[in-house]
């Protein structure tokens, strides 16, 4: 049974820094994609960034590359995502994602239909 459970969602001013946590139960580091999705009120869920976690390969959206870090720590099988100079239009609800199945093809989608696990979410809100 996989579960996943993010963590360090809070509210922070403009400019500032977070760090999310996606603690992962039920499957070893290494298997399968983890990535982040990010849902605002009204809108739809938009993919943030990915990680292949066999070789640690992490792939991002446009419009988060430079500004959000995805790493993972092996040893506690969690896997980060490090937001610098957040926007308040970064506030949503950040879910962390997992699939198995995770082709070299399609590696890098960041499509919530091909994840198969969810955690509940973390809130953050961002003021300007």
């Known amino acids: 049974q996989v579960q996943l459970v993010e963590s360090g969602g809070g509210s922070v001013q403009a400019g500032g820094s977070l760090r999310l946590s996606c603690a992962a139960s039920g499957i070893s580091y290494w298997i399968g994609c983890l990535a982040w999705f990010r849902q605002a009120p009204g809108k739809e869920r938009e993919g943030v960034a990915s990680?292949?976690?066999?070789?640690?390969?992490?792939s991002y959206a446009d419009s988060f590359e430079g500004r959000f870090t995805i790493t993972q720590d092996d040893a506690e099988n969690t896997v980060y995502l490090q937001m610098d100079g957040l926007k308040p239009e970064d506030t949503a609800v950040y879910y962390c994602?997992?699939?198995?199945?995770?082709?070299?093809?399609?590696?890098?989608?960041?499509?919530?239909?091909?994840?198969?696990?969810w955690g509940p979410g973390t809130q953050v809100t961002v003021s300007s």
């Open positions: 990680m292949y976690r066999a070789e640690t390969t992490a």
């Open positions: 994602a997992f699939r198995l199945s995770c082709p070299w093809q399609n590696r890098g989608d960041l499509l919530p239909g091909v994840y198969d696990n």
